[in-house]
């Protein structure tokens, strides 16, 4: 048994329990984003910077969601909207590009509170409507998507919107927008790869996220259209606010000293 216990958490900072969280609100976040579209993620990240380092956190969480969105891309893809993809494509790597040379100079305290206060953003602010975009649009959604997500990681919210407002009917949009944040969250491994952070030691435990981050998604997808989202809104955002607070006090106490 303790063979085992050591093969899954051996090298990384987490214990059984931890292993055992991540694992679970995995499952959960995938399950909510399949099935509303976004908001599976930010929990995901939330929860994930109770137990992990920023500096990993952030690859760790990247790994998490391009397998959550890559499979809910693949099981919906006769719904994507192709035609916005290349121009969010090249604006992705651009964006990546300029963020990893940043990223590595912030200090853990000070990734905190950025982290506590992007969730709190995304939880409370109004959520602003997108017309029309366009080719042009998605670059620039691309760009900046990129360079904020190489430092908190759950973009979704950010470019939502923009999804949204291309895509004329629901099932278009979870595809779509699973299929833009794959692209993101894929770049950004490809960026932290190359600046040296191993995956090596945290391979089980990436494993059991995307394992049951994929049965989520199924999950959702299964559930997509039927749940009320009323009642899965209000108990999301007291999750959310409750973990950003307390990431938020964490990284507050250790800049102030």
């Given at each position: 048994?303790?063979?085992?216990?050591?093969?899954?958490?051996?090298?990384?900072?987490?214990?059984?329990?931890?292993?055992?969280?991540?694992?679970?609100?995995?499952?959960?976040?995938?399950f909510?984003?399949?099935?509303?579209?976004?908001g599976?993620?930010?929990?995901?990240?939330?929860?994930?910077?109770?137990?992990?380092?920023?500096?990993?956190?952030?690859?760790?969480?990247?790994?998490?969601?391009?397998?959550?969105?890559?499979?809910?891309?693949?099981?919906?893809?006769r719904?994507?909207?192709?035609?916005?993809?290349?121009?969010?494509?090249?604006?992705?790597?651009?964006?990546?590009?300029?963020?990893?040379?940043?990223?590595?100079?912030?200090?853990?305290?000070?990734?905190?509170?950025?982290?506590?206060?992007?969730?709190?953003?995304?939880?409370?602010a109004?959520?602003?409507?997108?017309?029309?975009?366009?080719q042009?649009?998605?670059?620039?959604?691309?760009?900046?998507?990129?360079?904020?997500?190489?430092?908190?990681?759950?973009?979704g919210?950010?470019?939502?919107?923009?999804a949204?407002?291309?895509?004329?009917?629901?099932?278009?949009?979870?595809?779509?927008?699973?299929?833009?944040?794959?692209?993101?969250?894929?770049?950004?491994?490809?960026?932290?790869?190359?600046?040296?952070?191993?995956?090596?030691s945290?391979?089980?435990?990436?494993?059991?996220?995307?394992?049951?981050?994929?049965?989520?998604?199924?999950?959702?997808?299964?559930?997509?259209?039927?749940?009320?989202?009323?009642?899965?809104?209000?108990?999301?955002?007291?999750?959310?606010?409750?973990?950003?607070?307390?990431?938020?006090?964490?990284?507050?106490?250790?800049?102030?000293?």
């Amino acid at each position: 048994m303790d063979t085992v216990i050591e093969f899954l958490i051996g090298g990384t900072s987490l214990d059984l329990f931890g292993f055992a969280v991540l694992c679970g609100v995995s499952f959960l976040g995938s399950f909510i984003a399949g099935s509303l579209g976004l908001g599976g993620g930010v929990l995901v990240l939330a929860t994930m910077a109770s137990f992990l380092p920023p500096t990993v956190l952030i690859p760790v969480h990247g790994t998490v969601q391009m397998g959550s969105n890559l499979g809910r891309a693949v099981l919906s893809y006769r719904h994507i909207l192709t035609s916005i993809v290349p121009a969010f494509f090249v604006g992705t790597i651009i964006g990546a590009a300029i963020g990893a040379q940043l990223v590595v100079s912030l200090p853990t305290a000070v990734l905190q509170v950025v982290l506590a206060l992007f969730v709190l953003y995304a939880t409370w602010a109004p959520k602003f409507k997108a017309s029309d975009p366009g080719q042009k649009t998605f670059f620039g959604v691309g760009v900046i998507g990129a360079l904020v997500t190489m430092f908190v990681g759950a973009t979704g919210p950010l470019v939502g919107p923009f999804a949204a407002a291309a895509c004329k009917e629901r099932n278009q949009f979870v595809a779509t927008h699973a299929t833009l944040m794959t692209i993101q969250h894929g770049l950004k491994l490809v960026a932290f790869g190359l600046l040296g952070f191993s995956y090596g030691s945290y391979l089980p435990l990436l494993v059991g996220l995307l394992a049951l981050g994929f049965a989520g998604t199924y999950c959702g997808k299964l559930m997509l259209n039927r749940l009320p989202e009323k009642v899965f809104r209000i108990g999301l955002k007291a999750v959310l606010t409750v973990l950003a607070l307390r990431l938020l006090y964490v990284g507050a106490g250790k800049l102030l000293g």
